[in-house]
Structures are given as structure tokens and as C-alpha cells.
């Protein structure tokens, strides 16, 4: 065991301030690892340790000013006991820091949940954690069907959709299988108490990810109100001219004006992985789709940015139907670069929703409500509708978040050239 | 169309024939024709002088065995049982697998012994049990287990030309075994063997269970799992290649082991999976093995203690599916 004090970064320095933690209760750092920020007054600076092992309890919250010398952390020489090594298993009164500083930093990439450092210890076999970095699926969100709530290779695969939810090659309706054998096998089309379970581990894997990305992710939260009347009509009338099976939904337009949008601010667009944010080079636009039964996917519309809007339209529909029927394909859960939740036919006003990991930003809509709204210094009812933006504060700030409303919204007052 | 125990005499009367220095000391080898009918007839066709019947005292023939080894002869010394060769024990252990080391490598004992193992015959707690195991934990031993027709003939020359004491594992069920053994001639002993290919789980066994583990092979391809069932063939060196490899494939093993299952020679094959393929396994390790009690006499109970096809298929389940 050893500590890791407050240095001295200069002659003139007798206090520090822990600004950011870059590690946590139960990650393995090895010397020369960058552990911390430090504040000394004049410039932030990463203090790297020079003791390889085990972060155990961090005794100094960010935040705090202390002498140098000062124990900051415990690091263990020891490998970790995962399960055990995290903030709730510490012993009361010790742990000092408010969460939100040991997991502010914290990469959300998929790297991070299989090495099972998260606050929660994630069950996966070896096997399954391989694949699911190969696959870049993120361990956090697949439902577990393995022995005591392991996550499997056939789960990762069938959550990446390399195999249909419904191949139960393994499984064959035998009578020495039976029903409860076959109950933690994920297919919507089983029985209703099979299907009690997938809800059950869908819902468990949906929580994890959002906890943690609420945990994690430093949210900023923008709305807006945006008029639709120009687009609306201009709906109006192309539909009239499309065959029923073609017509365009309002979503349709903002789906890709979101697209355009985020392709103009790619700041917007992509990932917060462990060397910060990275741009995504295309537009996989992610349509949060409610299932039947409960449950949430967010499948991506692939370079929605390069799809006339008719395309999109098709997409979203197929999308919409995969997903209800479970036949997505591993690319579509796993590439969407920004996502659009649309809770309009809810009859909600606005969302503030939580954005999806590793993603940094999330818009939201509500319903198209019919608004006393002033147009060059009158006053009519037009159709409006408000657009939020939920973006990762460590990615961007408002300034940006509320450009990209902007963009939106102006493209939205010119449908015709979606 | 052969046996077993005929594919051993004829292991044996290939090796009588091929080096004058190779002969054959046991309990009731000669005139007897063996205690298993093994070397029924050897006497006759080869001689007193090489086909010797020794007094009911392990130790005492054991050790002869390793003073005419170290003395240049090919002694193939015939236990009957593994129960009764923890009589000799002391001569295996503390001569024949030490000698070499403790000379510098100047004196050799180029013995093999052979002896029955396991269960399944209702011979009771005294001559049932499978201590292979035991062996395969002393170094300077090499300890083989024929499983097929072909190994059980072709294994024995190959372990005598072996310069060190070579433990050769007959399992007592086997010996009436019938086939078209598929070779002829000396077998190679230093490497395992895929005895079914498969693709969703690694299967690792010897001896007396292999035919239980094809078995339940067979019924899990019914239910579409491809079960690779891999006969280890030489205990001791482990050859780990080969089930790694196929672990590696399968992400998923269980190893079925006639032997007590704490401390067993399948505690340490799941302990060289999970060191070599950690991060390949889809499951954990699982092990089929006899239950932890002397081996009872009465059949039912004798059946139940031993490693079945039915618990092999439960384990497979178990792996695969995530339940039982």
C-alpha cells in the first residue's frame, strides 16, 4: 500500500487544489500514469504516479486545497478485487468525495466497462467482453442470459444483431428443457413469462447505461421553440402529390434537418472516448424508437446528412419496424454518432433527456402545439414545436449547443431544400 | 474384429519380439494368463524367463523392475490394480521417477509399468479406483492412457523406447472393447488426440470415459451442439496445446474425469484453460467427475457415483445455454 500525496510542483508551492480526479476506486494505474489535476495557483497541471497498482480510496475530493504532502489517494500494490474495489464498498465516513468528482472524467468508451472498473460491476464472460470490444458494442446495454446474470458471447452477438434475436439453435423445444429452461432466452415472441424476463434484463441494461451516463456526463441542457408553419405546408403539399405509401411525417424533416445540422457543428457529432472528444466523419443519425412491451432502442439512420428527405422517411419506417420486430443489425446499435427522440405523439411539450453513451449530444422534440406566435410584428397561430438539445458539457459548451439549434431551425424554415 | 485386452497381448508379444532385453513380471502373468487375460498364451510362446510370475509383494517386484532397468534390460512390470500400486508407492516415487535427477542425469529407468484403473465392474472400493491422477502429479513420470484399440497396441513400444519409467493406465471396463482398431503399430504418445471435431464446446477426457463422453456427444448434436471431444491420451506432460487450441475455438470446456474431482488431474486442466485462454472462455470451466466417496459395490450406486452421459450432456447445457 502506498499514498499519493499532494506534490510540490515548483519551489514556491506549499497548496494545492485537486481539480479533477483522471481515476477512480479500483483502476489499475501503472508509473508515469497521469492520476490527477492539480491546481497550484498557476496553471493546472496532470500529476502522474510514480507507484504502480490499485487506486484504492480517494481521500481528497476535487475541490479541496491542501499542503503538499498531503495523502490524496490510497494505491494498492495489489491486482483489484472488481466488485469490491468500488466507492460503495468503502467504509463509511471515509470516502469524502462527492461522486460526481471520481466519475466526471470517467471515458464512457465501450474500453472502460469491459475492463469492469464502472461503479458497477458488470457480469460478462471473458469471451463476451472480447467480442464485444471487436464488435464495439457496449457491455453495459446487452441483456444477460448466461449462467448467474453473465452476459454471454451469443448475447453480445445477438445484441450486435450478427445473430436474429430468434436463433435458439442451442435451445430445442425438448421436454427435458422445458419452459424455465428456456425463459432467459431473449425473443419477443416467447411466452408471456419468457418475455417478463427480456423486459427485465432490458430494463436492468437501460438503467445501467443511463445511470451511468447521467453519473458521468456533465449534461447542458438548451431549448427552443422553433415555427413550423413554412414546413408544415410545405408537407401538405407534397404529400398531396406522393402516393399514401411515400407521405412524410413532420419527424421526417426534422430527422434530417437535425442531420444537416449536426453535420455543419460536428463538435456535436460523435464521441467522448478517453482521449476526449472524437468526430464522427459521417452523420449516423440515432432514432430513439420505443418498443412494444417496453423497453428503448436507438438504432442510427446511416449518413442521414446525405439522404434526401423521401430516404429518410423510408428509413425511419424501416427502422421503426426492425426494431419492433428485433431484426436490427449490429451497425445500426452501435454507429449512431448523435440521436433524435421524439416524444411528440406522447403529447409532451419538451424532452431533457440523458444523452447515449458515448455519444454527446441528444435533441429532443415535443408535440407540434398550435401557438399565438408574432411574425414580422403580428400576431397569428402557427404550428410549433420545441426542440431541446442535451449536450456533454466536457465536449462542448452552450454557445455551440445553441448554434446548432439555430441551424436546425433555419433549415426548418426552408423544407424544400432538405 | 479385435478386443482391447488382445490389442494389449499384442502390444506386448511386439514388443517380446522386437528387443530380447524387453520382458514381462507380474502377479499371475504366466500361468494364469494374467489377472485381465492380457498376456494369455505369452508364457508359452515366450518362456519362463520373460514371462515371469512374481510373489504377491508390489514393492519387492516393482523395485526388481527398476534395479534390471537401471541394469540395461526392458522390464514391462504388471500391477494389477492402481489400488495395489500404492504398495509399490515408495519404489515409483522415490527411485524410479527420482533416480534421474538425483544421479545428474547419469542413471535412466527405462520401465514401463502397466496397471488397471477405474470403475464400472462392481469390484468394490478396493479395485475400482482411478488415481491416475496421483501419477500425473510426479514429475519424472510419464503416464499414458490408452483409451482405443489402437493405442492400447500401440502405445506400449513407444514407452519402453522411452529412456525414463513410462505408467501405462488400462482402464478395467475397456478391456472388452471390440473393434477394427483404426492403426496398426506404435502410436504417437506424446500428443492428445481430437476424437470428434466440433465447434461449440471443447470436451477433455481419457481412458474409461471417453466412450461415455462420444456418447453424450452424439446425443448433444441431436440437440445442435457440436461437442469436440479431445482424449488427453498422455497425462502426464499435459499435452495443453492441443485442448487450449480447441478451447480457443470453442470458448467453452468441460472436462469429464473418472477420478475424485478436489484436487484432480481435471482441477488441472481447468486450472491450464483458465490460465492459457481466460480471455476466450464463454463459460466457466466445468468438471464431470466421480463423486467424492470409495466406490461402492452395488451397481445402481456404483452408476451413480461414476461420471454418466446424461451428467455430461447436463454440464454441456450448462455451458452453452447458461442452464441446466
Known amino acids: ?71 490524496l489517494a490510497i494505491i494498492d500494490g495489489t491486482e483489484p478485487k472488481t466488485g469490491r474495489a468500488h466507492p460503495a464498498g468503502q467504509q463509511p465516513g471515509q470516502a469524502v468525495h462527492p461522486p460526481q468528482s471520481e466519475a466526471g472524467t470517467r471515458p464512457p468508451a465501450g474500453a472502460d466497462a469491459a475492463r469492469g472498473a464502472a461503479p458497477e460491476r458488470i457480469k460478462a464472460s471473458p469471451y463476451a467482453r472480447k467480442l464485444a470490444q471487436t464488435l464495439h458494442v457496449e457491455l453495459a446495454a446487452v441483456p444477460a442470459t448466461g449462467q448467474r446474470g453473465l452476459i454471454t458471447s451469443e448475447d453480445v452477438r445477438r445484441f450486435a444483431g450478427t445473430i436474429p434475436a430468434s436463433d435458439h439453435r442451442r435451445t430445442p423445444v425438448t421436454p427435458q428443457t422445458g419452459p424455465a429452461a428456456q ?92 482521449h476526449g472528444f472524437q468526430a464522427a466523419g459521417q452523420v449516423h443519425l440515432g432514432v430513439a424508437i420505443s418498443l412494444r412491451g417496453g423497453g428503448l432502442v436507438a438504432p442510427a439512420l446511416h449518413d442521414a446528412a446525405d439522404l434526401p428527405v423521401g430516404e429518410v422517411m423510408a428509413g425511419l419506417r424501416d427502422l421503426v419496424e426492425r426494431a419492433r420486430s428485433g431484426r436490427l443489425r449490429r ?83 426552408t423544407p424544400e431544400e432538405l | 474384429m479385435t478386443t482391447y485386452r488382445e490389442a494389449l497381448r499384442e502390444g506386448l508379444r511386439d514388443a517380446l519380439r522386437r528387443d530380447e532385453r524387453v520382458f514381462l513380471m507380474g502377479e499371475d502373468v504366466g500361468a494364469y494368463g494374467g489377472c485381465f487375460g492380457v498376456s494369455l498364451g505369452l508364457l508359452e510362446e515366450f518362456g519362463p524367463d520373460r514371462i515371469r510370475d512374481t510373489p504377491l509383494s508390489e514393492s519387492a517386484f516393482v523395485g526388481a523392475g527398476i534395479g534390471a532397468a537401471m541394469a540395461g534390460l526392458r522390464p514391462i512390470v504388471e500391477i ?57 502429479h510426479i514429475p519424472g513420470l510419464r503416464i499414458v492412457a490408452p483409451a482405443t484399440l489402437a493405442d492400447a497396441r500401440g502405445m506400449l513400444w513407444p514407452a519402453l523406447t522411452d529412456p525414463d519409467p513410462v505408467l501405462l493406465f488400462e482402464h478395467g471396463s475397456l478391456y472388452n472393447l471390440a473393434g477394427e482398431p483404426e492403426a496398426d503399430g506404435p502410436v504417437d504418445i506424446d500428443h492428445a488426440a481430437i476424437r470428434r471435431p466440433g465447434t461449440d464446446v471443447t470436451l477433455v477426457t481419457y481412458g474409461g470415459t471417453l466412450g461415455k463422453t462420444l456418447d453424450a456427444a452424439e446425443q448433444l448434436a441431436a440437440d445442435g451442439i457440436s461437442a469436440e471431444v479431445i482424449d488427453l491420451r498422455t497425462l502426464r506432460p499435459l499435452d495443453d496445446a492441443t485442448f487450449i487450441e480447441s478451447v480457443r475455438r470453442t470458448h467453452r470446456a468441460v472436462v469429464v474425469d473418472e477420478g475424485w474431482r478436489s484436487g484432480s488431474l481435471s482441477a488441472e486442466i481447468s486450472a491450464r484453460i483458465t490460465e492459457q485462454a481466460f480471455e476466450d472462455l464463454d463459460a466457466p470451466v466445468d468438471r464431470v467427475c466421480s463423486a467424492e466417496v470409495p466406490m461402492p459395490y452395488a451397481k445402481h450406486l456404483e452408476d451413480a457415483a461414476l461420471p454418466q452421459p446424461a451428467g455430461i450432456v447436463a454440464a454441456v447445457r450448462k455451458a452453452v445455454n447458461g442452464n441446466g
Open chain 1, 1 to 71: 500500500m502506498a499514498e499519493f500525496r499532494m506534490p510540490s510542483l515548483g519551489a514556491d508551492m506549499d497548496e494545492g487544489t485537486v481539480i479533477e480526479w483522471l481515476v477512480q476506486p479500483g483502476d489499475i494505474v501503472g508509473k508515469g500514469d497521469p492520476v490527477a489535476v492539480v491546481d497550484t495557483d498557476k496553471a493546472a497541471i496532470e500529476v502522474e504516479t510514480f507507484t504502480a497498482g490499485t487506486i484504492g480510496q480517494i481521500l481528497v475530493p476535487v475541490g479541496e486545497r491542501v499542503h503538499v504532502g498531503t495523502p
Open chain 1, 183 to 274: 425463459s432467459t432466452k431473449a425473443a419477443p415472441q416467447r411466452a408471456p413469462a419468457a418475455r417478463h424476463v427480456v423486459e427485465k434484463s432490458q430494463r436492468a441494461a437501460i438503467a445501467r447505461l443511463m445511470a451511468r451516463s447521467a453519473r458521468e456526463i456533465p449534461h447542458y441542457h438548451l431549448s427552443g421553440t422553433v415555427d413550423l408553419a413554412t414546413a408544415l405546408d410545405w408537407l401538405t403539399r407534397t404529400n398531396r402529390e406522393l402516393p399514401v405509401t411515400d407521405r412524410l411525417v413532420p419527424a421526417a424533416l426534422l430527422l434530417k434537418a437535425t442531420a444537416l445540422a449536426a453535420h455543419r457543428h460536428p463538435e456535436l457529432n460523435g464521441f467522448w472516448t478517453e
Open chain 1, 331 to 413: 451497425t445500426e446499435l452501435t454507429d449512431a454518432t448523435i440521436t433524435v427522440t421524439n416524444l411528440g405523439d406522447q403529447g409532451v411539450e419538451s424532452v431533457h433527456g440523458i444523452i447515449y453513451p458515448p455519444q454527446v449530444a441528444l435533441v429532443g422534440a415535443g408535440r407540434i402545439v398550435e401557438r399565438p406566435w408574432a411574425v414580422d410584428g403580428l400576431l397569428g397561430v402557427r404550428p410549433c414545436q420545441t426542440l431541446t438539445l442535451a449536450a456533454d458539457h466536457r465536449a462542448t459548451d452552450g454557445f455551440t449547443g445553441g448554434r446548432f439549434l439555430a441551424t436546425i431551425e433555419h433549415l426548418l424554415q
Open chain 2, 80 to 136: 494389477m490394480t492402481v489400488n495395489f500400486s500404492l504398495l509399490a508407492l515408495d519404489q515409483i516415487l522415490n527411485n524410479a521417477a527420482s533416480l534421474r535427477h538425483m544421479s545428474g542425469g547419469q542413471l535412466g529407468v527405462p520401465l514401463v509399468i502397466r496397471m488397471t484403473t477405474g470403475a464400472g465392474r462392481q469390484l468394490a472400493a478396493q479395485h475400482s479406483h482411478s488415481l491416475e491422477g496421483w501419477y500425473a
